[in-house]
């Protein structure tokens, strides 16, 4: 691990130099020709958001990379009949809320110590796991003898109900679920629509063995460097160079081999969870963009739309299009496309282009403002 030179030595790269680093490390600079495995190892995970305004979120980040190279169905199959991707709900970091996200099973070795070590950095939930025992034990004894069952078929028996000032307030069976998932005891066999088929762990991810904790939390932080190119301190810990960005508060630190030379440049119309701008403070920084999901916004408050999609050409964030899948006429609709460049016609039929890509993806057609 490289020690931090002081800061009146850092190394200083250019903003724009920054922003191709970043597309690039996302695999956004040029589509790949690896497989939907290899880009997934690459970039950690797949943000999982069962919301289907245009597509799920985990099919679009695969889709914006892999292009032709990915049908529909894929990213389900490695799911759930291959067993090559698990759905993760793990510990938050800096970067990633307590989330659900799509992760390669071949990465559980560094996965499973803050697995395990979960309910110790919970105490308050480990205590309410802790204190009703029957209930534990008897959703892992039903889990035992007739899993897999979809979450509806788990019978609320406990003795006290969840605690919580959110919407999770008494919602008993799912939290003690999600709390067992998020320490490795159970796993989500498969997904009927948006309900979650739940399964003891042994049964539905592969028999691994975890590294060393310290061994597994140097990894996770190169591979999150790996995939975002460069990142603040407090996201990926001491690995990497320590540099400056031209034009930009603080400290960054940059993967190692990490270059812009070469760059080719694409358009790409992301998902509103794309890692490229899911952390928005770093998005801002290097990219300038001026952009929020507005899902829970009011809509007579909403910019851009409920579920608007950023659009990247080559090194900038440029436009947010406002689309929809209407899936009772069998079309994506887009309703507006919300420009933050003077576009011209290049741009212009580069985007409809990839809007075409992807209602293809979708087997619908599309309908342009």
């Given at each position: 691990?490289r020690m931090?030179?002081?800061?009146?030595?850092l190394?200083t790269?250019?903003i724009e130099?920054?922003?191709?680093?970043?597309v690039?490390?996302?695999?956004?600079d040029d589509?790949?020709?690896?497989?939907?495995l290899?880009?997934?190892?690459?970039?950690?995970?797949?943000?999982a958001?069962?919301?289907?305004?245009v597509m799920?979120?985990?099919?679009?980040v695969?889709?914006?990379?892999?292009?032709?190279?990915?049908?529909?169905?894929d990213?389900?199959?490695a799911?759930?009949?291959?067993?090559?991707?698990?759905?993760h709900?793990?510990?938050?970091t800096p970067?990633?809320?307590?989330?659900v996200?799509?992760?390669?099973?071949?990465?559980l070795p560094?996965l499973?110590?803050?697995?395990?070590?979960?309910?110790?950095?919970?105490?308050?939930?480990?205590a309410?796991v802790?204190?009703?025992?029957e209930?534990?034990?008897?959703?892992?004894d039903l889990?035992?003898?007739d899993?897999?069952?979809?979450?509806?078929?788990?019978?609320?028996?406990?003795?006290?109900?969840?605690?919580?000032?959110?919407?999770?307030?008494?919602?008993?069976?799912?939290?003690?679920?999600?709390f067992?998932?998020?320490?490795g005891v159970?796993a989500?066999?498969?997904?009927r629509?948006?309900?979650r088929?739940?399964?003891l762990?042994?049964r539905?991810?592969?028999?691994t063995e975890?590294l060393p904790?310290?061994?597994?939390?140097r990894?996770?932080?190169?591979?999150v460097?790996g995939?975002?190119?460069?990142?603040r301190?407090?996201?990926?810990?001491?690995?990497?160079e320590a540099?400056?960005?031209e034009?930009v508060r603080?400290?960054?630190?940059?993967?190692p081999g990490?270059t812009?030379e070469?760059f080719a440049?694409?358009?790409?119309v992301?998902?509103p969870?794309?890692?490229?701008?899911f952390?928005?403070?770093r998005?801002?920084?290097?990219?300038?963009?001026?952009?929020a999901?507005?899902q829970?916004?009011?809509?007579?408050?909403?910019?851009?739309?409920?579920f608007?999609?950023?659009?990247?050409?080559g090194?900038?964030?440029?436009?947010?299009?406002?689309?929809?899948?209407d899936?009772?006429a069998g079309v994506?609709?887009?309703a507006a496309i919300?420009?933050?460049?003077?576009a011209?016609?290049?741009l212009?039929?580069?985007?409809?282009?990839e809007l075409?890509g992807?209602?293809?993806?979708?087997?619908c057609?599309?309908a342009?403002?």
């Open positions: 691990m931090a030179r002081p800061a009146a030595t190394r790269i250019g130099e920054a922003r191709r680093i970043a690039r490390a996302q695999l956004l589509r790949p020709s690896s497989d939907l290899t880009v997934v190892e690459h970039l950690g995970l797949l943000q958001n069962v919301t289907d305004i799920p979120s985990a099919e679009h695969a889709w914006s990379r892999l292009g032709d190279g990915l049908a529909y169905g990213v389900r199959r799911v759930e009949v291959e067993q090559r991707l698990f759905e709900l793990g510990q938050p970067l990633e809320p307590l989330a996200s799509l992760r390669p099973t071949a990465l560094e499973l110590p803050p697995m395990r070590s979960w309910a110790l950095e919970h105490p308050r939930v480990a309410w802790a204190d009703d025992p209930f534990r034990d008897g959703v892992l889990l035992r003898a899993g897999p069952l979809p979450q509806r078929d788990v019978p609320d028996t406990a003795r006290w109900p969840w605690d919580s000032s959110g919407w999770n307030a008494n919602r008993n069976v799912a939290m003690l679920l999600e067992l998932q998020c320490s159970v989500v066999a498969e997904r629509g948006a309900e088929v739940w399964d762990a042994e539905v991810l592969p028999p975890p904790a310290d061994e597994a939390e990894r996770r932080h190169e591979r460097l995939s975002l190119g460069l990142a301190p407090r996201v990926v810990g001491g690995v990497g540099v400056r960005v034009g603080g400290d960054w630190r940059i993967a990490a812009a070469g440049g694409r358009v790409a992301l998902s969870l794309d890692r490229l701008l952390d928005r403070r998005m801002r920084d290097l990219f300038a963009f001026d952009y999901l507005e829970y916004t009011p809509a007579a408050r909403r910019r851009w739309g409920a608007a999609l950023p659009v990247l050409d090194d900038a964030l440029v436009a947010k299009v406002d689309a929809r899948r899936r009772d994506l609709r887009v919300h420009w933050d460049v003077e011209g016609a290049r212009r039929d580069a985007v409809a282009d075409a992807m209602a293809g993806f979708l087997g057609g599309l342009l403002p």
